[in-house]
């Protein structure tokens, strides 16, 4: 079945700096790769998501990048603030297109 | 309503007793999932149901949890005779139809206890 590897599980950055997460998936057939925004005691929250036919996708500090023939994505935020301290997930179609496949997180820590 | 709603919010039970979970997923959504989410860890599926098809139990961990769901409404997760291993977070997610690429929304889950 779909496997998502996730790096790095934890990640600290100044405010203004940037942060990039990325994912390897193993289905070829996965064709829809969201990003989820988790806040401790809550449930996660979609920030952006791409599909296989495009390659790279923006909103506003956020953009994710496609690379179908090597199975990989990445997530950027660009001028970090605080308020992005959280823990980010990515995650795949699983083969039978019934749900998505998760990595296992990224905690990230944004310090001003 | 406007989100998916899950009670209770926390539960705390006895090893050895069973427990329901419920969610309501968002109006007019057909597909429906839980996951499981144990403390620092990433999201596990569990279930998927899709209007009255046949769900995709491939998730479920043993056959102490199982699911129901009616149609296109409530859906209730029970765990049998609960283990310390099953205490995390249980998380449930719907959206608007099935197939690949539609978004999913998650509740704000349901922290499982047991002691």
């Known amino acids: 079945g779909e496997n998502v590897e996730q790096h790095p599980s934890t990640l600290s950055v100044q405010e203004g700096d940037s942060a990039v997460i990325k994912c390897t998936y193993s289905?070829?057939?996965?064709?829809?790769f969201p990003w989820y925004k988790q806040e401790l005691g809550k449930g996660p929250q979609l920030i952006i998501d791409?599909?296989?036919?495009?390659g790279e996708k923006k909103d506003q500090r956020i953009a994710v990048t496609l690379n179908k023939t090597a199975k990989h994505f990445s997530l950027h935020i660009t001028e970090t603030q605080p308020e992005d301290s959280a823990v980010y997930f990515c995650?795949?179609?699983?083969?039978?297109?019934?749900?998505?496949?998760f990595g296992k997180g990224t905690t990230l820590s944004v310090s001003s | 309503g406007a989100g998916v709603s899950q009670s209770p919010s926390n539960k705390v039970t006895e090893k050895g007793k069973d427990v329901e979970l419920r969610c309501d997923p968002i109006?007019?959504?057909?597909?429906l999932y839980w996951y499981r989410q144990r403390l620092g860890q990433g999201l596990e599926f569990l279930i998927y149901?899709?209007?009255?098809?046949?769900?995709?139990k491939s998730g479920l961990p043993s056959d102490r949890f199982s699911a129901e769901r009616t149609g296109e409404s409530v859906s209730t997760l029970t765990i049998q005779r609960t283990q310390q291993e099953d205490s995390a977070v249980y998380l449930c997610?719907?959206?608007?139809?099935?197939?690949?690429?539609?978004?999913?929304?998650f509740g704000e889950g349901s922290w499982l206890t047991v002691v």
């Open positions: 995650a795949a179609t699983n083969q039978a297109g019934t749900a998505l496949i």
């Open positions: 997610a719907s959206s608007s139809s099935r197939g690949r690429g539609n978004t999913i929304y």
């Open positions: 791409i599909r296989s036919n495009v």
């Open positions: 289905d070829s057939a996965s064709n829809y």
């Open positions: 109006s007019g959504h057909t597909a």
């Open positions: 149901f899709q209007g009255n098809s046949a769900p995709d």
